[in-house]
């Protein structure tokens, strides 16, 4: 690549920031139906035409404002991660670091309570909740290592605890306007979590959430599951190409693998017509494995 080529990438990935920077403050005060490509454009310095040389539509410009936010997060958390101090410590930089984090980034936070979830398309939602789990299962992690194993059964408890004061006092903060120092809010925080960890301890109590605790399947699972079961379905239709099988047969198979496509966007999906679409397969090699993964993901029987 020319000296000219890398320049001209740099300048054009400077200008992506820009547009999306622009229309993260745009979207968090109208909202993503209000919010216009052209307003966009505009507040970007661009025209309506050029806004397409960077994002194919509003859809590709909402999936880069979610990677973009979170990434840079992300990327600060880590710094903290990586720095040669005690767990306790860690621990306090990293709610100070993530505070100022979201207080810089208040418009993408504000920006998300705006229909978000049915806006950016399911792979974007997918995207979204696979960082938020990704969030809590760090932060149960940060707590043991702050408070060792006597705090084992209380994990869950206290990753809830934790997460409501942050997220309330930066809710306050973003709406109401409260303005607090970080470093000793960070502090704050860490001392009623050792008040809540030596509470619970001396009273020996019962923990209100563990790994046992009875949950529906929650949003994120069901949303995974149906991404396996559409991978699966894709899979079928390639396999399907390279059999060596008349034009009619292999036609018909990939009729059988659309109507189980457009039976699972049903709101109530019929299991057993699946179940006997599915035995279509039957005795076919090279789709034996996929048909059995995809009884497993729908919990139906092979027949």
Do not use: C, W
């Not at 054009?12 to 993503?32: L, N």
């Not at 869950?156 to 930066?170: H, M, P, S, T, V």
């Not at 699946?274 to 789709?287: C, D, H, P, R, V």
């Amino acid at each position: 690549m020319t000296d000219r080529s890398v320049e001209r990438e740099g300048n054009m990935q400077e200008k992506k920031i820009t547009i999306i920077e622009r229309a993260t403050e745009i979207i968090a005060k109208k909202g993503y139906h209000a919010a216009s490509i052209q307003e966009i454009a505009e507040a970007s310095k661009l025209s309506k035409g050029a806004f397409y040389l960077y994002f194919k539509s509003k859809d590709e410009l909402m999936a880069e404002i979610l990677r973009y936010h979170f990434g840079l997060i992300t990327e600060e958390i880590e710094k903290v991660d990586r720095q040669d101090i005690n767990s306790r410590e860690k621990a306090k930089l990293r709610l100070s670091t993530m505070m100022r984090e979201l207080v810089k980034r208040g418009n993408f936070i504000v920006m998300q309570r705006h229909d978000i979830d049915s806006d950016i398309g399911k792979e974007m939602e997918l995207f979204f909740l696979e960082e938020m789990e990704k969030g809590r299962r760090k932060t149960e992690l940060d707590l043991l290592d702050v408070y060792g194993e006597v705090s084992k059964p209380y994990l869950k408890d206290l990753r809830i605890l934790q997460e409501g004061i942050l997220f309330q006092i930066i809710g306050d903060m973003l709406l109401h306007g409260l303005i607090l120092d970080l470093d000793k809010t960070a502090a704050y925080i860490l001392e009623r979590m050792d008040d809540m960890v030596e509470g619970l301890l001396k009273r020996k109590a019962e923990p209100l959430v563990t790994d046992a605790t009875p949950v529906s399947a929650s949003i994120f699972e069901k949303e995974m599951k149906e991404r396996e079961v559409k991978q699966v379905l894709e899979r079928m239709q390639i396999v399907i190409l390279t059999l060596d099988a008349e034009i009619q047969e292999v036609q018909e198979l990939q009729g059988v693998v659309e109507l189980i496509q457009e039976e699972l966007q049903k709101k109530e999906p019929r299991k057993l017509l699946i179940q006997g679409l599915s035995a279509n397969f039957k005795g076919i090699e090279e789709m034996d494995d996929l048909r059995r993964e995809l009884a497993r993901l729908l919990d139906i029987k092979v027949l």
